[in-house]
C-alpha cells in the first residue's frame, strides 16, 4: 500500500499569507495526487485534481505542484474563508486510494 | 448540479448490522464508480469501498474486507453499503463519493453530507 505523509499536520497564518502545505508518497505515484478542502461539519471538496489542476470554479490563489513523490499545496494569498483542514490523496494504486493525514489552517 | 444525499446511519450495538443509501442524482449514474469514505470523530479520512459503473466489480480496505458490502441500484440511482459485524472502530461519518467515469481522471469530484453511524451498546 502507498502510504500518504502530509505536513505540517496544522499551522496559523495571517490573511494574505503565503501558504504551503506538503505531501508525501511513499513511493512514485507519478501525478496521481489530488487535494481536497473540508471545513467543520460538512463534507470534502475536491480542489485539484492530477497534481496541478485546478477543480472548475474555485479561487486561483490555490495551486498544486509536484510529482512523483513530493507534491504542494499553495494557498497565494490566505483568506478568512480558506480556514479549513485540506488532505492530499493519491489515485495510482488502487485499493486503497490513501488520504494524507489532513493540514488544519487557521487563520492568526 | 450533482446531488448526493446519504441516510440509513444511526446507533447501533457492536456484532450488530446497518444498511446505508446514498442517493444520486443529476447526473447519469450507471456511468460514474461510486466510492465510500469514512471519517471517525476528529479524525482524518478514510477510504472504504468503490463499485463500478455497472456495478460488476467491487473493491475493499482491508479494514472492512468481509463485513462490509458495497452495491448499486441503477434503476434507482441509489448505492448501498451493508454494515455487518460492526466494531466501535467503525463509528464515523459515513460519505458517498462519486469517482470517474469510463477512463476519466480518478478523484472524488462530488460527496454526499455523510451519515453517521455510531457502534456502541
Known amino acids: 500500500d502507498i502510504q500518504m505523509t502530509q505536513s505540517p499536520s496544522s499551522l496559523s497564518a495571517s490573511v494574505g499569507a503565503r501558504v504551503t502545505i506538503t505531501c508525501r508518497a511513499s513511493r512514485s505515484i507519478s501525478n496521481y495526487l489530488n487535494w481536497y478542502q473540508q471545513k467543520p461539519g460538512t463534507a470534502p471538496r475536491l480542489l485539484i485534481f492530477a497534481a496541478s489542476t485546478l477543480q472548475s470554479g474555485l479561487p486561483s490563489r490555490f495551486s498544486g505542484s509536484g510529482s512523483g513523490t513530493d507534491f504542494t499545496l499553495t494557498i497565494s494569498s490566505l483568506q478568512p474563508e480558506d480556514s479549513a483542514t485540506y488532505y492530499c490523496q493519491q489515485s495510482y494504486n488502487t485499493p486503497p486510494l490513501s488520504f494524507g493525514g489532513g493540514t488544519k489552517v487557521e487563520i492568526k | 448540479e450533482v446531488q448526493l444525499v446519504e441516510s440509513g446511519g444511526g446507533l447501533v450495538q457492536p456484532g450488530g448490522s446497518l444498511r446505508l443509501s446514498c442517493a444520486a442524482s443529476?447526473?447519469?449514474?450507471?456511468?460514474?464508480?461510486m466510492h465510500w469514505v469514512r471519517q471517525a470523530p476528529g479524525k482524518g479520512l478514510v477510504w472504504v469501498a468503490r463499485?463500478?459503473?455497472?456495478?460488476?466489480?467491487?473493491e475493499y480496505a482491508d479494514s472492512v474486507k468481509g463485513r462490509f458490502t458495497i452495491s448499486r441500484d441503477n434503476a434507482k440511482n441509489t448505492l448501498y453499503l451493508q454494515l455487518n459485524s460492526l466494531e466501535a472502530d467503525d463509528t464515523a461519518m459515513y460519505y458517498c463519493?462519486?469517482?470517474?467515469?469510463?477512463?476519466?481522471?480518478?478523484?472524488?469530484?462530488?460527496w454526499g453530507q455523510g451519515t453517521l453511524v455510531t457502534v456502541s451498546s
Open positions: 463519493a462519486r469517482g470517474p467515469s469510463g477512463s476519466g481522471w480518478s478523484s472524488f469530484d462530488y
Open positions: 463499485i463500478r459503473g455497472d456495478g460488476t466489480s467491487t
Open positions: 443529476r447526473f447519469i449514474f450507471s456511468n460514474y464508480w
